[in-house]
């Protein structure tokens, strides 16, 4: 394995009136010039009821995609597995993982958006408790016997997944989490805790160590894979950087703002609504090569973040400077960040 | 969408038995798709079961979204969407995302489902199939045509809500719902842009419930459907005694397990018989035999009935992958040119 792993989160959420099919052209494009370019994985998150942005669905954005970046892991980052039915999660995912010869990863949350819970018809006060049985049952499956278990809101009699997964005994289980319980759930019951994109280095120092003491209290070791995401921007000057991908990014979270993440967020660090600069520091990876390339190994230092997961497109760069950056970082940012590893 | 009088889809149900190597049958299924491109075939259509033990078997949403590559020219058909079982607000983005990526190209096909297993695993019950499956469509149609919707179902709110993206054709794809007895082909003149004539049921019973489904229509003042599509399995061999000694153990298997899955409890009296010896079963209701028979039945299907879409059943549990694709080959050679000549 590569010390840094190198991944990108194609989120493809577009404006109204956006023609979604030029769009899903362009992300087949990013998707190939991933896999020439020698990046490790590509991310798929969801959100149902998008509104006003557009987006492509996970399942079958992951299914399709991976035609065009046969080498790329491909990352469901993240699951909001409160929602789904176990089975049917169980299902999908093998089925995924046979085609794309074993190359999935099994990214999962809470989620945070009552019209989300609403649609599925999930009371939001018993989610956690829906996610954990969620969890334990598809692990059940994916271990490939018969399982009989009954859950909240639903019930395995004899159920066997439809075909065998290519990795044993499961992909990788990533737990994103914000708040501080939910880091102790992470530890409990994932692979590793997946570093969400929101959050400060400081935070998230404070909350290494809530997490390397609830993998001690359950006798785990410090994970191997240690992934984070953020938002990343590179251009051939910090200014130009800051220029091209600043109004994107605070367009973005004032979104976010909107659909409440911050309510998920710990104290002292829940307040997205600053001005660029504020929300930037410690947050985003935005700037020339060098600092790219330094502020990528200060998370490696600080928290032993192995897997870095970009986000880079926001919601509206134009496809060919999103292309142009894929390449200045494969050619000038990885190369520095693996000699200083 | 083309004028072509017959259309001709293939059936894909990705099923395997215990043991065989699934990763090898990945590439299997993408070359049937590659291959049902390429001989002019209209359609690709897979299926949907969970827990399908003893078979393997892929699931639909990522195999079709996997499989578009392979067939660009393909239409792609949920045959069906287990309707009842899903929540309306994750079907009706995953299939406009589907529509969108093909470029317009997904028919929804939708039905009830039957199994027990199925039911309880999405906690619901066999009782609650109709209720549910009224208002998910219902839900879906609303989502992919109104701007905002708000809904209150049995097993779902939507809250204000708008789909994270509308599917490429308008006003939504078409809509197909499968239905064995003749309530639900009532239904289905209600609700679908056309019935989806399964593969289980003989010709003769189709033939009665085709009047069943007229006179719905014309109470309804809706129209016969443009595209009328039927499911069937085919095999092609000198005569039809060849047939059944090539693919009668396949076959046979394929619907002892639907048997036992409990196919039969869902059709009409008087055919509901799955448990039939081959030779009964595939009486009237499978296309067995030579070339120009097949086509025969099809030209009649297509003159009598008014069929114009039949989506084909080549590859059966245990089934070489080398007689898959010279079955689909020979079907392409020798009958389709032979039913465009006889309608």
Redo the contacts between chains.
Sequence with gaps: MKKMQFGVMLRGVFPQGDD??TR?AELMEQARAMERLGYDSLTKGS?????P?????Q??????V??ECPSLRLNAGIVLLA??????VA??F???D??S?GKMIFGCALGYR???F????VERKGAGRRFEENLDAIKKLWAGG?VTMK?S????????????L?QKPHPPVWLGANADKAIERAARLGDCWYLNPHQRLDTFQRQMEIYKRALDACGKPFPKELPMRREVFCAPTHEEAVRIAGPFLKSMYEAYEEWGQDKVMPAGDNDISQRYEELARDRFIVGSPDEVAEEMLRYHRLLGVNHIIMSVQGTGLPQSQVLETFELMAKEVFPKVQQGM | MTTKKMRYGIGMRTQYPQGDDMVKRTEDQMAQARAADKLGFDSLMKSQHLAGYPLQEFQQVPFLARAMVEAPNLRLITGIVLLSLHKPLDLAEQLATIDVMSGGRLIFGAGLGYREVEFKAFGTTAKDRVPRFIENLEAIKRLWTEDEVTMKGSHFELDHVRVSLKPAQKPTPPIWVGANADGAIRRAAKLADAWFINPHQKMETIARQLDVYRRALDELGKPFPKELPLAREVFIAPSKKVAMDRCGPFLAEKYKIYHEWGQDTAMPEGDNDLSLALEELQEDRFLLGPADAIAESLIAYNKKLGINHVVLQFHWVGMPQDLVLEQMQMFAEEVMPKVAQGI
């Design positions: 979604m099919r899903f959100h149902f009821s998008t509104y942005m557009q987006e492509m669905v399942i079958p954005f992951l299914s399709r991976m035609a929602l789904h039915k176990p089975l049917e299902e999908n093998a089925t995924m046979l085609m010869g009552d019209v989300e609403k649609g599925f018809g018969p859950g809101h639903f019930e395995l009699e004899e159920a066997r997944i439809s075909v065998p290519v």
